[in-house]
């Protein structure tokens, strides 16, 4: 008996289009995602900033809000709020 495929996705970080840079990940891409995601036959998570237009692309999905703060140490922390979406 085969066992399910799970899959996790991390996308960091992801307040906007440009986050990565100009031109690189564009608004469309997030639509295509979704799209590729409804079609896997395992199960998923995708860590994705709590954007009202990430909730909007997304909204096929089950998620959970969590806050959390980023750090790259204890002395430089920022509020930050996150979706996990799943399947």
């Known amino acids: 008996m085969m066992q399910p495929m799970f899959c996790s996705i991390r996308i960091r970080p992801v307040g906007g289009e440009n986050d990565y840079g100009k ?11 979704a799209e590729i995601l409804m079609t896997i036959e395992g199960r998923f998570l995708l860590s994705i ?39």
Request: hydrophobic share 35%.
């Open 23 to 33: 031109g690189v990940f564009a608004r469309r891409n997030f639509g295509e995602m």
């Open 49 to 87: 900033n709590d954007t009202p237009d990430i909730r909007e692309i997304f909204k096929a999905f089950e998620f959970k809000p969590v806050e959390l703060k980023y750090s790259i140490s204890k002395q430089s922390q920022t509020d930050a709020h996150e979706l996990i979406i799943s399947n």
